[in-house]
């Protein structure tokens, strides 16, 4: 497969991304590469092999006890934009 | 004093003869004296630095024993989060952003009498290999100050190298501590992944990162992954019952009976001749001393770097999408809708190679190619690290080299990302399958720059690696080299 | 030619556990904001996930009550996109092997029962709460939701009528509070259920196009958007139409839904297994010890007390509307040895009792034992119905010592034979009219007599005995004549 105009704009949706012209020219040859070279992969035949997970006897989870939170001051203290000790955004809907 | 290990300048602070204060006033100078011309750190904090020496001396004073690197000035990356220091990750999506709470690992150093003077420059986001994305400038090598200091833990090598902390602390994604090690001519330790704990760490890829130490010789370094090590509540994957103990060897000098193996494939093209050389002399050295050397061929090699990349950037994808200018970081002046605050904050905020990878992730995870990549890749993984098991059935470790050449030229490898990419190529296997490895100098090369080799060992055999390379470097003088012709 | 509802419920239950799912922050409701939250819930750099082991046994246990196979290992996902009340911008959530699969949930549509499928129960994390100023065209955003546990029970599209879905989420609703697992408060949002409707000819077995329905919060409301929903598609279809694959908002106030703005058609939400989160297996003596500790549920329940206690269904069903009224009943029934009794003062007395003082099942503090004492007493006849309802009253209000009350209070019956003819007879002598009148067949006669000597005698009077006495009397009276 190659990379396009069109996957490019895709990836820049899901990725919250917007690309200067500059950028998706470099991209557009960038990831052709890098993406024909990582579907050097399929070369390997990997029928019935599981997927990497870690896996452990126990949950390792712990307790339910409710223990103390941030000082509402230091949660905010990075926002760029706080108001009524609430993150603010502009309007979503 | 900056001839003194780590552990000797604690027992000398012990002993009385320096002061805690005294040794960070005398790690600052130096600092100061250096670092304008190496760009290894981002921040230090004199002030907060010499208020801590105070509160540990006054402990020691009274009595309290903390631990063997008690009062010794440590360095941190910026990636990890020290409580109200800042932590840039050398992006400016993190310009200004303070933690609010202190990394696991960090918490940990300090309770033991460490002294955290400030912190250290990389790449963007841990993403690279020359620490030359960074937005704060390239950390230049001390060797020679035109070349790379490595990446992603550029500043934490360079720092250690040319004197300016004795100790500090690095990640290692994919080959970020053990490179630079071998750019710098220091040694470092990648551990296990689940021996340290990741909380604080600010993350790239969560199945690959693993906090390790960076110091001048293997015991330092040792005596930091005791510290650091072992089981955290807040983070699920660490799962080290109780921190390492490596014991205090008289300078062996034998390993008789160790089986060591040898990937001759990894010598075959693209390696530069001095690197091989110096890498098969470290391997000779270690056979003199009694260990056995048996060449194998590496399975699988072809496929490590497509593999690691695929799950590194898909992984990186989703963690870097929580800086979205508004509960910290960088948040666009250009933007006032929702979409646009997103993108443009992202946009400005984030490097170039930083973006490259984020799309990469997205197309990986993207459905239509999951399969196809993703799932693939984690097949893969699978396959690297049943090869590694059965590798650790015949060997008790794997010496293999840590890098194809010596550091080169800054911006000499800016272009071309698959090219940077594939000199990770002896490196990310060893995350792939969450193994631990030891970067120790073992030479140098045509232009007079520092080789390392690396000793990958099987899950949490920390302690046999640990042994090998006390053994090594109580036979060689390679790590006792200072550039600037000082040798110790 | 008629047409065939096709609904299917997806039903998310905030967890009543004490502490978040990932973090130690509290699930409280009703904090200021953003004063219940952490690095781990707000997303911070370098923060990481830790499971409550709480919930992944509270799923368990909804799982075994809603005959669901449950999985052997506890594997998360993470689903990414951006929202401003997602701070990770990806949700913990469960995709490719949910908790819980495979089950159903039994309901009864008038006579008949029916199985509702339940193709699985996944546990995820909430979102934060947004609270939007159109004015300043700013929207603020409140994490102290962020992080609650949730579980999604997503059922099959078994579900015909708005009937059907409001009796599925009423059982569900008694499942969830009998397990003690949450506190099911449709309007404070712990309850939340979206419905999925298509309709399709009746005998096709094609699915047709369906809309989703949101912003339900009364099982009542979920009724009625079914109920209009299907009319609305019906019609299109009817004109010839084609129904829109669309998310839709229902107005319970007006009675009608609303396509929303879909800009979001298809998200790719790129769902991959949790890193943070290795997995890990869930065991044998683990699930043995949950299914030990099951609680009996209430329909359980309820076919237990017709077969063991002959109570019958009305009862039943008053009976186990509360966990601790059945408690109580079970109680009281173990402790008096008469079920039947038991039934009748619990469904009766104490439910009016509690009704008339807005008393609410779990603040409900009454000693089983007093009540115990009074069924027994009335049942042995030694105190009348009118002063054991006066009693069971003292001991709810006041916390009275029965025996010290009725003793306190003369309640004792006297049965006392020469008393009571005293009375008969005085009372038959003094109102020669109504003695004739009960000769003439008039029953109230009897009654006006009997309260006569009732009043007299006052409540320590046995009603049985003075009755038995009187119409002994009277026919004596009548014999003579």
């Known amino acids: 497969m190659r990379v396009d105009a069109g996957l490019i704009s895709y990836l820049e949706e899901l990725s919250a991304l917007s690309l200067s012209e500059d950028e998706k020219l470099r991209l557009l040859g960038d990831l052709d590469e890098i993406l024909q070279y990582m579907a050097s992969l399929s070369g390997l035949d990997t029928q019935n092999i599981p997927a990497y997970s870690l896996v452990y006897d126990n949950m390792n989870a712990r307790e339910d006890v409710a223990t103390s939170s941030l000082d509402r001051e230091k949660l905010l203290r990075n926002a760029p934009k706080s108001a009524n000790g609430m993150f603010v955004a502009p309007r979503t809907v | ?488 | ?481």
């Open chain 3, 1 to 481: 030619m008629t047409w065939e509802v096709v609904v299917g419920l997806e039903v998310h239950a905030e967890l009543s556990t004490r502490s978040k799912i990932f973090c130690g922050c509290t699930t409280a409701f009703g904090g200021e904001p953003n004063s219940q939250v952490c690095p781990v819930c707000s997303g911070m750099p370098g923060s990481l996930p830790r499971l409550n082991s709480a919930v992944v046994e509270y799923a368990a246990r909804l799982g075994i009550a809603l005959n669901c196979e449950i999985a052997n290992e506890c594997v998360f996902d993470r689903k990414n996109y951006f929202y401003p009340d997602l701070p990770k911008a990806y949700q913990i959530s469960q995709l490719y092997a949910p908790i819980c699969s495979g089950g159903f949930l039994e309901i009864e549509v008038g006579e008949a029962s029916k199985k509702i499928g339940i193709r699985e129960i996944h546990m995820e994390e909430d979102a934060g709460k947004l609270i939007h100023n159109s004015q300043s065209g700013e929207t603020f955003m409140d994490f102290n939701r962020c992080g609650v546990p949730l579980l999604e029970i997503v059922s099959l599209p078994d579900i015909r009528s708005g009937a059907e879905a409001a009796a599925y989420l009423e059982r569900l609703r008694e499942i969830l509070l009998y397990l003690d697992i949450c506190d099911c408060k449709m309007q404070e949002g712990s309850l939340r259920a979206d419905v999925n409707l298509s309709v399709r000819r009746c005998g096709s077995s094609e699915f047709g196009v369906r809309t989703e329905m949101k912003n339900l919060n009364s099982i009542k409301a979920v009724s009625r958007a079914i109920e209009h929903e299907s009319v609305r598609q019906i019609a299109l279809l009817d004109r010839g139409g084609t129904v829109t694959q669309q998310t839709r908002r229902w107005d319970d106030t007006k009675g009608e839904s609303y396509a929303m703005r879909s800009k979001e058609n298809a998200q790719d939400y790129r769902y991959f297994p949790e890193p943070d989160l290795p997995n890990s297996a869930l065991g044998e003596s683990w699930l043995a010890r949950i299914l030990e500790n099951m609680p009996e549920l209430a329909h359980e329940k309820r076919e237990r007390y017709a077969g063991e206690f002959g109570i019958s269904a009305y009862e039943a069903k008053v009976l186990t509307g509360d966990r601790n009224i059945a408690g109580l009943f079970e109680e009281l029934a173990s402790l008096c040895g008469n079920p039947k009794e038991a039934a009748r003062l619990i469904s009766g007395e104490l439910m009016r009792l509690m009704n008339a003082s807005s008393i609410l099942p779990e603040e409900l503090n009454i000693d089983a034992s007093k009540l115990a004492k009074l069924v027994v007493l009335v049942t042995e006849g030694k105190i009348s119905r009118d002063a054991y309802k006066e009693t069971i009253e003292a001991v709810f209000t006041q916390n009275v010592d029965p025996g010290a009350y009725i003793a306190q209070k003369g309640l004792l019956m006297q049965s006392d034979d020469d008393a009571v003819m005293e009375s008969v007879l005085a009372a038959i002598n003094d109102n020669p009219e109504a003695v004739a009148d009960y000769f003439l067949g008039k029953e109230k006669a009897l009654t006006f007599l009997m309260g006569k000597v009732m009043k007299k005698l006052g409540k320590s009077a046995n009603p049985i005995a003075v009755k038995k006495s009187m119409e002994d009397r009277l026919q004596c009276i009548g014999g003579k004549k």
């Open chain 2, 1 to 488: 004093m900056h001839d003194m290990s780590a552990l000797e300048l604690s027992a000398a602070i012990m002993a009385k003869k320096i002061g805690v204060i005294e040794a960070v006033d005398a790690y600052i100078d130096r600092i100061e004296a250096s670092d304008s011309r190496l760009n290894a750190f981002l921040c230090v904090e004199k002030d907060k630095a010499r208020a801590k020496a105070s509160q540990i001396q006054a402990r020691l004073d009274a009595g309290e024993r903390l631990s063997p690197l008690a009062g010794v000035p440590v360095a941190i990356k910026d990636n990890i989060s020290v409580e109200d220091m800042q932590c840039t990750c050398a992006s400016n999506m993190l310009g200004g952003y303070t933690p609010v709470f202190n990394a696991t690992a960090v918490e940990r150093l300090e309770r033991a009498g460490m002294i955290v003077i400030g912190k250290l420059n990389m790449d963007e986001f841990a993403m690279g290999g020359s620490s030359e994305t960074g937005v704060f400038g390239a950390v230049k090598n001390p060797w020679d100050t035109s070349r790379v200091a490595g990446g992603s833990s550029g500043g934490s090598a360079a720092a250690v190298a040319s004197g300016e902390i004795p100790l500090a602390l690095g990640s290692d994604t994919g080959g970020s501590i053990r490179q630079p090690c071998a750019f710098c001519g220091v040694t470092g330790i990648k551990p296990t992944y689940g021996a340290v704990s990741r909380y604080g760490l600010v993350a790239y890829a969560s199945s690959l990162d693993q906090i390790g130490p960076i110091g001048n010789n293997i015991d330092d370094c040792a005596a930091m992954l005791s510290i650091i090590s072992g089981r955290d509540d807040m983070d699920s994957t660490c799962v080290l019952e109780s921190p390492f103990d490596f014991g205090q060897e008289a300078c062996p000098q034998r390993l008789d009976g160790i089986k060591i193996g040898l990937p001759r494939n990894y010598f075959d093209a693209g390696i530069a001749e001095d690197v091989k050389s110096a890498v098969m002399a470290a391997a000779r050295e270690l056979e003199e001393a009694g260990a056995v050397v048996e060449e194998f061929e590496m399975p699988l090699m072809d496929y490590m770097i497509p593999a690691y990349y695929i799950i590194a950037c898909a992984e990186a994808s989703s963690n870097l999408s929580r800086y979205d200018g508004l509960k910290y970081g960088y948040r666009s002046p250009n933007a006032d809708t929702l979409q646009g605050v997103y993108r443009m904050s992202r946009s400005e905020g984030f490097g170039l190679e930083v973006k490259r990878r984020i799309m990469l992730g997205s197309f990986v995870l993207s459905s239509g190619y999951y399969d196809a990549y993703y799932k693939k890749a984690l097949q893969v993984r699978s396959l690297i690290k049943d090869a590694y098991s059965s590798l650790f059935g015949r060997f008790d470790m794997i010496l293999s080299p840590v890098a194809p050449g010596t550091a080169y030229k800054i911006g000499e490898n800016a272009g071309d990302p698959l090219k940077m990419y594939m000199g990770d190529i002896y490196t990310v296997s060893v995350n792939l399958a969450g193994l631990p490895a030891a970067a120790l100098p073992c030479g140098f090369g045509a232009k007079g720059m520092p080789i390392g080799f690396q000793l990958v060992g099987s899950a949490f055999s920390e302690g046999k690696l640990v042994s090998a390379a006390r053994v090594y470097q109580n036979r060689t003088e390679f790590n006792k080299a200072r550039p600037g012709g000082e040798a110790l």
